[in-house]
């Protein structure tokens, strides 16, 4: 298995508060994706990092931010967490561009961090 | 942006028989297509994937065929057993990011 932890796996919050989930890599990988996945919509890109401090937006992006400040760390924040962020996160890494000349395919998925807004 | 439609959303088979999951793709730039499997509680790991300049693939039991001109593409699933039980998404990129379809259900009936 590829070497990612997510944390935390479960977490219960009330609608307004602040949640950070954390994605962390052994591998080294350049690229980090965050994605939330909802029954009848798939997995759908939230951010997404090809390297320290170099983040941009997904297609569901709005009420999250993320950071990376090392190369082996990608958070996503929830400023004011809603009902509708309910959901379950997976963080992927990846060695090279998604779906580039030059990737082998391999987008590799932590094992989700799920979050009950009330 | 693309869109990607998959289906059936659940399929039942019985041990030893076929299953076959259809998606369907709108962004004729989209040139790469993997299949990932997810078990219960765990993330989505890759199982097979096609690029456009190829039309079928195979990896013991499982293949991919892609039909690039009515964009749509296919995962074959031959012999089936029980730990094949899982959910399956397909996915497309076009260089960019990955959009995924909304998975199907598969259940192996021992």
């Known amino acids: 298995d590829a070497g990612i932890t997510q944390s935390p796996r479960h977490k219960v919050t009330e609608t307004g508060t602040p949640v950070t989930l954390r994605c962390h890599q052994t591998e080294n990988h350049r690229y980090m994706y965050w994605y939330r996945q909802d029954p009848g919509h798939g997995l759908r890109l939230i951010h997404y990092?090809?390297?320290?401090?170099?983040?941009d937006k997904g297609e569901v992006s709005d009420g999250y931010s993320v950071s990376r400040s090392k190369t082996e760390d990608f958070l996503l924040t929830l400023e004011s967490a809603t009902s509708s962020q309910t959901s379950v996160y997976f963080c992927a890494i990846s060695e090279s561009r998604v779906g580039g000349p030059k990737h082998t395919g391999e987008l590799f998925f932590g094992e989700g961090s799920r979050l009950t807004v009330l | 942006g693309e869109n990607v439609e998959q289906h059936p959303s659940t399929l039942s088979v019985q041990e030893g028989d076929s299953a076959v999951i259809k998606c369907t793709y709108s962004?004729?730039?989209?040139?790469?297509f993997p299949w990932y499997k997810q078990e219960l509680g765990k993330g989505p790991q890759l199982i097979i994937d096609?690029?456009?300049?190829?039309g079928e693939k195979k990896d013991q039991r499982i293949a991919v065929t892609l039909n690039k001109t009515a964009k749509h593409f296919s995962l074959h699933i031959t012999e089936t057993q029980p730990e094949d039980s899982a959910v399956y998404f397909c996915?497309?990129?076009?260089?960019?990011?990955?959009?995924f379809g909304t998975g199907t259900s598969l259940t192996v009936i021992p």
């Open positions: 996915a497309a990129s076009n260089g960019n990011q990955f959009y």
């Open positions: 962004d004729s730039a989209s040139n790469y």
């Open positions: 096609i690029r456009s300049n190829v």
């Open positions: 990092s090809y390297g320290v401090k170099d983040t």
